[in-house]
């Protein structure tokens, strides 16, 4: 049994859903982050880092995962699903999981700092981010133009991949244009998997996400 410590964010959703994707059993705990949940000795134990997701597999003498990339990974392994034995294309699925892990992520989760959560509206910043947000998802399109999904077959790299991509209007990120990522966009959200994935720990609303606690939380996982 994998034990899942998360909260309703683009990270903690990569997880819940390649959990849902691979059919493994799993059990959840929501990390209170505007209580600072993820901060105290407890969970500081498990992840020096202080961020979710973590997870616990209870059927390998307890052994603990982090960072989302990570554990993408192990349970990749650990299932052998959704990460090709192919050495080629192996790599390739995990070279698209890093381009999400140290650009799309990182650039959108500043664009969210700097557009909705900075008390001083620093215009640079402000176009910085959300410039390079367009940029990172602008090349997702063009890889995303003769296939269905980011290395053909659907993979861990997409699932890392798009609860990001999916909040570009919230980051001020524009996708006019990018047909392609919208196409993947929709076709990803059809997945039932990635639907249960996405009400982990519960499902947060457009209306919600004005509320200052959410915005408390939010700002925790960039």
């Given at each position: ?41 407890e969970f500081l ?29 192990y349970l990749a ?146």
């Amino acid at each position: 049994m994998i034990e899942l410590l998360t909260a309703g964010t683009p990270n903690g959703h990569k997880v819940s859903i390649a959990l849902e994707e691979m059919n493994i059993p799993y059990e959840f705990r929501a990390i209170n982050l505007s209580n600072l949940e993820q901060k105290q000795p407890e969970f500081l134990a498990l992840n020096p880092n202080g961020r979710i997701p973590v997870i616990i597999d209870h059927d390998n003498d307890d052994f603990v995962v982090f960072e989302s990339g990570a554990i993408l990974l192990y349970l990749a392994e650990k299932s052998g699903q959704l990460l090709p034995q192919d050495s080629k294309q192996r790599s390739q699925v995990i070279q698209w999981l890093m381009f999400q892990m140290a650009g799309v992520g990182p650039m959108m989760g500043q664009a969210n700092v700097f557009n909705r959560y900075a008390e001083e509206k620093i215009e640079y910043a402000i176009n910085r981010y959300t410039k390079e947000g367009r940029r990172l998802l602008a090349v997702l399109d063009q890889q995303l133009a003769d296939k269905e999904y980011l290395v053909g077959d659907y993979s861990i790299a997409d699932i890392a991949t798009f609860p990001w991509a999916r909040i570009h209007e919230w980051s001020g990120v524009d996708v006019t244009g990018l047909d392609n990522l919208q196409r993947w966009l929709a076709l990803m959200e059809s997945r039932p998997a990635v639907q249960r994935g996405l009400s982990v720990p519960e499902p947060v609303s457009e209306q919600e996400t004005t509320d200052d606690k959410i915005k408390s939380i939010q700002k925790f996982v960039v």
